[in-house]
Structures are given as C-alpha cells and as structure tokens.
T-cell receptor
Framework: AQSVAQPEDQVNVAEGNPLTVKCTYS??????LFWYVQYPNRGLQFLLK??????LVKGSYGFEAEFNKSQTSFHLKKPSALVSDSALYFC?????????????FGTGTRLKVLA | DGGITQSPKYLFRKEGQNVTLSCEQN?????MYWYRQDPGQGLRLIYY???????QKGDIAEGYSVSREKKESFPLTVTSAQKNPTAFYLC???????????????FGPGTRLTVL
C-alpha cells in the first residue's frame, strides 16, 4: 500500500536557525510529492511539489524540499526560520494505484519557531 | 476572487440529526474532495468526485453522503449513522486527475462540527 510518514509530531527550532521537517514515502511507480502548511483553524495551503527533474524544489515563503529517491524521502527545509513559520505541516503523495487518483497525507508535523 | 468557500465555519448538531456542510468552488476544477481532520490523525478522505454526477467513497465514508449535481458544488451530509462526527471538515478541489497529472489541491477554510 502507498503511504506517507512524518516521523516527528513536533519540531522546535530557534528563530534564524535552519529548519527541517521530515517526510518519507512508499509508492509504486513515480512519486508525486507535495507539502502543505496549515495555520490554526484554517485550510491547508500549498507550499511546493516534486514531479520530476531537479531534486531540490523551491516553493512559497522561502521553503524548499529535497527529493531523495534512494532514501524515499522528501524533507522540507528552510535556511532561516521565522516565528511566523510556526504551523502544522503536511506531506502528501498522489495515490496512483488502481486508477484512484487520491492523495495520501501524512499525520502532520507541528513546527514551533522560538523567538 | 477565485477560491473555495465552506459554510458554515462552525456547526453544532444534536445527536440523531443530519447536517449538511456546504462546499463551493469557482476555480473550474473538475475534482473535489472531502476530508476529516482529527488531532494527531492527519487528513482522512471521506468522499471524492472526479467529475459531475460521479463520486467515490474514500477511506472513512460510513455515516456520510455526498452529491455532485454541479461542477461548482460538492455538499457533504453527516448523517446520524456517523457515531463520532465531531471534527474539522475540509473540502478541496483540483484540476481533474489524469494518468500523468500532478496538480496540487486547493483547500477551503474548513467547517468545525461539534455534536452536543
């Protein structure tokens, strides 16, 4: 079965430091990977996606993600964290099995950036 | 201003009542989705629709029903058969998926349903 795992429930980082939010996946075929951010009591906002090509994907608000096929990972990164980056982050993968074009989401990682 | 709207933002239901959550989009997207979000469980798919007049059950469809009579609208009914309906409900849409499609989803602001 296709799946996405976010191994950390919460990540704490000091403002100005680099941040990493981890995501690993298991899919058959080519992975289509996404990152979303959710602020309290709001819907999810799209940050970036990996389809093919360059393993380093740049997205909104200074975020980027590194696709690593051998490690089946798609970690979200930012060189310098802001307090306003504090939110819930979701990794997702397009489910391409059996013609069902669904999206599978991880359980989310809460990022806290400390001033 | 394009996007997805959900109403109401907060909804209270008595046990045994059916309630309907509204989801409307003006993005001209073919595909629409309903998710349920509970703390620590991420997003779980309830129903999805890839085209008008067609929809499929997701992973947790029991106790829910949907309709897709118009491209713009995908209402979700939470029936009395849903034993634990208190949750945050999110609607999303995307360009119609295809074999090589890789389009992201656009999400509405959500409806928080509480059963009294």
């Amino acid at each position: 079965a296709q799946s996405v795992a976010q191994p950390e429930d919460q990540v704490n980082v000091a403002e100005g430091n680099p941040l990493t939010v981890k995501c690993t996946y298991s899919v058959s075929g080519n992975p289509y990977l996404f990152w979303y951010v959710q602020y309290p009591n709001r819907g999810l906002q799209f940050l970036l996606k990996y389809i093919t090509g360059d393993n380093l994907v740049k997205g909104s608000y200074g975020f980027e993600a590194e696709f690593n096929k051998s490690q089946t990972s798609f970690h979200l990164k930012k060189p310098s964290a802001l307090v306003s980056d504090s939110a819930l982050y979701f990794c997702a993968v397009r489910d391409t099995t059996s013609g069902t074009y669904k999206y599978i989401f991880g359980t989310g990682t809460r990022l806290k950036v400390l001033a | 201003d394009g996007g997805i709207t959900q109403s109401p933002k907060y909804l209270f239901r008595k046990e045994g009542q059916n309630v309907t959550l509204s989801c409307e989009q003006n993005l001209n997207h073919d595909a629409m989705y309903w998710y349920r979000q509970d703390p620590g469980q991420g997003l779980r798919l309830i129903y999805y629709s890839q085209i008008v007049n067609d929809f499929q059950k997701g992973d947790i469809a029991e106790g829910y029903s949907v309709s897709r009579e118009k491209k713009e609208s995908f209402p979700l009914t939470v029936t009395s058969a849903q034993k634990n309906p208190t949750a945050f409900y999110l609607c999303a849409s995307s360009i119609r998926p295809s074999g090589s499609s890789y389009n992201e989803q656009f999400f509405g602001p959500g409806t928080r349903l509480t059963v009294l």
